[in-house]
């Protein structure tokens, strides 16, 4: 009998004690904390892999645009010399003035596959068009506004729409909303105007000390083709990557060239906020503060009194360490923070007659 109870006993199922079930618990954890950073970096991976095919898509639609247009689409339909209602006689450089202000993303619509969306955008019109008292074009455009499109977005960034503050115009134009995208053509080294500095606003090249000059993008209030690309279509920038604003903030509003929207601009170094030209702005800095909701946690810092022609923002990203970059030959590199600002402002001009290396980005 007695050893039938000392075999009983040995059979039965020892349990874990506690310290052991903490042991377990710990190794369970540390594994998990060593795991996961790989996981996400997997995931950053193929969300970078994403937006490298969008980009690489939109270089071959602007060339089937080039072969049927011979040259790469303008970076906005202004109208100039065309009035489109009585008493215009031509379109400044700011938004709402009677004019289009269709940006170069409208034109590229039949070439993303997107042929059902031009045919219902109506180009007489415009992205703004006449004023009405208030945009025209942003009525009869408005379920265009509206259309999200995969091609444009980024995987890493946030979701966003772009919706006018109430504090704009009473409310007015509050009632309208657009999609935001994450490509933003290059627009030069200065601002939106594209042309020499106001007095008011003085920048400064740190390299000559002197104000700096416009030097010729890709993209602008012009049409180029490839043969004006000098300095090579390889060495030239014609898009990079823009972070979505909050709801209010016009970045990532890619119906529109303003800058940050569908534009960046090279005197900002990519996810940096430090202007080249010294002009003590930290960020982006945009036409009107109701239209510039600061973030700098986010990467998104701005400032918002520069009017539309002064008005410029840069490059950015949610990857680490740089941006993605669409050259105007159709290829996409990855352009990394560092870069100097002279190798910057190099690859964003197309004949500046600049020497860049290919190991300097």
């Known amino acids: 009998m007695t050893k039938f109870l000392m075999t009983m006993r040995n059979r039965r199922t020892r349990a874990f004690t506690l310290i052991e079930l903490l042991v377990v618990i710990a190794i369970i954890a540390v594994l998990i904390a060593l795991l996961l950073p790989a996981v996400q970096a997997a995931r950053e991976a193929a969300r970078r892999a994403q937006c490298v095919n969008n980009m690489k898509q939109l270089g071959l639609a602007m060339h089937n645009y080039h072969s049927a247009e011979n040259a790469f689409p303008t970076g906005n339909i202004r109208g100039v010399d065309q009035p489109i209602m009585p008493g215009v006689d031509a379109c400044g450089t700011n938004i709402f003035s009677d004019c289009q202000n269709t940006p170069w993303f409208c034109l590229m619509l039949p070439y993303i596959e997107q042929g059902a969306l031009a045919n219902s955008f109506n180009y007489m019109i415009g992205s703004e068009g006449p ?31 772009f919706q006018i503050s109430p504090d704009y115009l009473g409310g007015a134009l509050s009632i309208f909303t657009f999609t935001k995208g994450n490509y933003g053509v290059s627009w030069g080294n200065l601002w939106w105007g594209q042309d020499t500095q106001a007095a008011a606003a003085p920048m400064v090249d740190p390299v000559t000390g002197a104000p700096p000059r416009f030097m010729r993008s890709a993209f602008g209030f012009y049409t180029v083709g490839l043969n004006a690309f000098t300095d090579g279509s390889s060495n030239t920038v014609a898009a990079a990557e823009v972070l979505k604003g909050a709801q209010a903030d016009v970045r990532g509003m890619m119906w529109s060239t303003i800058p940050g929207g569908a534009s960046f601009m090279s005197r900002l170094a990519p996810n940096n906020p430090i202007d080249y030209y010294r002009t003590g702005v930290v960020g982006d800095s945009l036409n009107q503060p109701m239209f510039c909701v600061n973030e700098p946690v986010q990467g998104l810092p701005c400032e918002g009194n520069a009017g539309d022609k002064g008005a410029y923002g840069g490059a950015r990203s949610r990857h680490s360490g740089g941006i993605n970059a669409l050259m105007a030959d159709g290829s996409v590199r990855f352009v990394k923070n560092t870069v100097s600002m002279p190798t910057w402002l190099g690859l964003n001009t197309i004949a500046g007659g600049e020497v860049i290396s290919a190991d300097s980005y």
């Open 131 to 161: 004023l009405n008292p208030f945009p025209l074009g942003f009525y009869v455009n408005s379920t265009v506004f509206q259309t999200k499109m995969n091609t444009f977005q980024c995987p890493s960034d946030r979701e966003m729409l």
